[in-house]
Structures are given as C-alpha cells and as structure tokens.
C-alpha cells in the first residue's frame, strides 16, 4: 500500500498551494495528506495566499464560532479572487460535508466544496476547476442516505499518502486507527460530518507506522474520536486497541506511541494494563468527562455516569500510578444549573487532570441537542463558567507541575520554541521546545541539532502549562531513558 516509493518521481513544481488548517488533530493529518496529494501535481507549499495558484481552507463544525471565522476568511479573499478568477479556491474538511450546496450559496466564488471522506479527489477536482468547471461539490453520503457500507465507504479516508514536510516536525506523525463515531453525543456534529465509526485494518495501520518510521518518524499518535474503542473485525479475528498497540510497538524506530482521544466507557482493565506493560506507550492519556453531573451527562447521552467515570480515574491509578490524565468540559450545556455545574468544579478538584479543555457549549444545528433542548444558558454565564473551571484547573496544574522542580524527565525535542520564533533567534544556540512521555511542555536553552533527539532534561522552573529545564551538554546523545 505505500505510496511513498513514488516520491522519487515527483513532477517538478510549477504551482503554488496556500491551505489553512483549523480543528482539530484529523483536520491536520487531512491536510497533510492534501499536500502530499497535490505534491504530485506538481504543487509546493506558499505561505502567502497572494502568491498561490489554489488556496484551501480546511475546516472545522464542532462550535459555530469556527465556521463564522471559516466564511469570514472567504469573504477576505472575495476580492483576491475576483481579481485573479483563475486562482482555484477550496472548502473542504467538516463545514463542507455538514453546509455541502449552501457554501455556494454563501460565497458563490468558492470553486470546490469537498467533505473529509472525498479529499482524495481533490487533484482531480482542482484539475476540472483549472479547466473552467466551477463550483464542485464532493461530499460523502449523510447517515440516512444508504446502506450502512455505502455510507462507510464514502467516508473513507486515503490515509497511506504522507508528506513529512507538512508535518510540525518530522519525529511526530498523526496515524489515523479509526475513522468516524457512533457515539451521537447529543451536542455534537462530528458523527455527521465524519461518518459512521469505522476502524482501519491493523495491517495497513502497521504498514503506515513502518513508513513513518523510516522517514525517521520517533513518535507516533493514533487518532481516532474514540481511539480506544477501537476495534477491526476480520472473519473470526478482533483486534482491539491493546493488541494493536502490541503490534506497533515491534516497530524499530518508532519509540514513542501516544493515542487519543478516550471514551470513558472503553478505557478497559486489558488496555490500561498494555500501556503499562509496553515501555513506548505513553502514560498519557486524554478521557474527555465533559460534565460533572449526571443529569448533564445524561442529557447529553454521554453514556456514562460520574460514577463511572470516577471508577475509571481508580482504575487507572491503579494500574498505572504515574499516568497523566486530562480532559474536556463543555460549560453551559441546555439546562445547566448553578448546582450542576459546581458538581463539574467538583469533579475537576477530585480527579486533578494533568489539563482540562474547556469549551462553551455552542448549539449545532443538525444535532439531537438543538431539536430537543433549548440553548437557555446565557452567554455572560458561559464566559464566567469558562474562565471559573480554567482558574480551578490551572492552579492544579502548576501544583501537579512542581512536583518535577529538580526531577530529571526525558524529552523528545521539537525545535526552537514558539518564544524562539518570535524573537527570531537565528543560529545554532536556541530556547527549545519538546515534551515529556506525559505530553507535558518543556522549554530550555539548548541547541537547534537537538531537534528530534530524546533528551533528559533537568527541571529548574515550572508554570501552569510549561516547565523550563536545562540539559547537561555530557548528555546531549543520551539512549533511549526509561523516566516518565
Ligand atoms: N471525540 C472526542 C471529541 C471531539 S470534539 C470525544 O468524544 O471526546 C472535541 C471537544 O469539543 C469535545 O470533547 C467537546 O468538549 C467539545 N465540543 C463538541 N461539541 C461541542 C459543542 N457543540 N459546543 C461546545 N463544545 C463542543
Ligand atoms: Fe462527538 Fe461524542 Fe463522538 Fe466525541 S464521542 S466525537 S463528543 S459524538
Ligand atoms: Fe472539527 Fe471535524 Fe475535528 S468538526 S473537531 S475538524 S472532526
């Protein structure tokens, strides 16, 4: 199945791509795969949307305030546009599958609407537009409009394409295990725009690992809206989560595997039990609670109860005593009282997450929750909801954060960090940025040919949201360290 063997034969550039990516990690590897697509087509990568042939927004539904920055970033490019009526524009990813026609509707000058399931035809659709064919939709198929597999066929997704230039850096990869959910949380849009829940076969996923891992790929993250859930079915043969995650971790080279995001329901005894038999899982783990209260669970059909949940937080500390948990909340649910939402405070308190986030519950038509609930919080209490469990949640992090002041931890390096960048430090000596096994940030003066080494690196000084560090220059190639 892999493709990259082609990368050889690559056209030469003659064309210029500028795409924007929001959402959320899957939105990023759909990007990533786009560019790779159009690379053979002899397209390159412009920062500038000015200088590009084809400009691409890929977006993102889960909360209306990004699909309002989606079209605003159109209207911005009207005149551009109009101006150079060659230059091809795209939607694709989410707001195209969920808005599909109305886009055209909205903003008649976009060329291509194209949902998460179909981004393979992107060259060919590009191609139809360069040859004056205007305003071309390609979405997959809704959930009530066939059968089960023709529906899961049209959200299928080309994963194997790989472009590591598109990647933040070339040791981390996003692997896709699972595609699409079935779990209708009754606030969410995701199981519409991406699909019915679908996992990928463990040979191909394996197959894409080994890729990544000799493209020098150290670390990878296994996407999936409820990663671990995730199941493949082939004659008699499941295979779960924890026996894919015993395959992957045969793989040479790969030496970090990180997975997100949880369902509560599925974080099972057998799975916690191979994150911590398996030295390169990382004790990290993302379990989204979103409410502290039951009533507020069960009217966003959740599917669990805070009893549960709390149960999972023991489990977990049982088995693996240094696991990192963080997780989601969405304040001002339908109904939300004062009482409910103490009882998320509460929760926040009491299971004391490595980092929470927190998000305003924003109605999204095409839902459960926007035919049967009213949206009835007001927006100044959603604000004050917001910034009330942040303030809970950060002071815990710093807490949980000193517990490394003088702790060595080992680190896989990014590059230059964000602060870097903006200071526009040039040559080899730089502030840089990695993170810890537990995905914690870790920022020091380092050396820009630390780039994708796993590094110890001593904690001096520690925030909220990041640690700074200092590395011992003796140790600058260390092996591979078991510290957490
Ligand atoms: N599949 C993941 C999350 C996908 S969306 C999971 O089940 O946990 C990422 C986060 O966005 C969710 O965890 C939720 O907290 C938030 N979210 C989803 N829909 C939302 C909405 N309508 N309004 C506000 N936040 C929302
Ligand atoms: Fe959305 Fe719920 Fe599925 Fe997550 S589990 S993607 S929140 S429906
Ligand atoms: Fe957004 Fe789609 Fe991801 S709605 S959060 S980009 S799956």
Redo the contacts with the bound molecule.
Sequence with gaps: MSDHSASNELPPITKRLYIETVG?QMNILDSEMVVAALRKSGYALTKKPEDADAILFNTCS??EHAEEKAYHNLFHLKQLKLANPQKILGVMGCMAQKDQKAIFDRTPFVDLVVGPGQLHRIPELIAKAEGGEKQQLAVSLSRRDGSTDDIKRSHETFDPLRDPEMRPTPFQAYLRIQIG?D?FCT??I?PMTRGPEQGRAPEQIVAEARVLAEQGCKEIVLLG??VNSYRFVHGEKTTRMSDLLHMLHEIDGIERIKFV?N?PKDMTRELLETVRDLPKCSPYLHV?A?SGSDNVLKRMKRGYTTADYYEMMDRIHEIIPDAAVSS???VGFCGETEEEFQMTMDMVRRCRFKNSFV????V?PGTKGAEIYEDDIPEETKHRRNLDLLEVQNKISLEDNMRFLGQKVEILVEGPSKWSVRKGQTGDLRQMTGRTRCDRIVVWDGNVRQAGQLLPVQITDVYAFTMFGMVETSEVVPELLQIR
């Design positions: 959320c889960v909360r959910c779990k606030y969410c995701v809206q409820t995001t369902y989204p979103q989601d909340f969405i998000f305003q519950y924003s999204r």
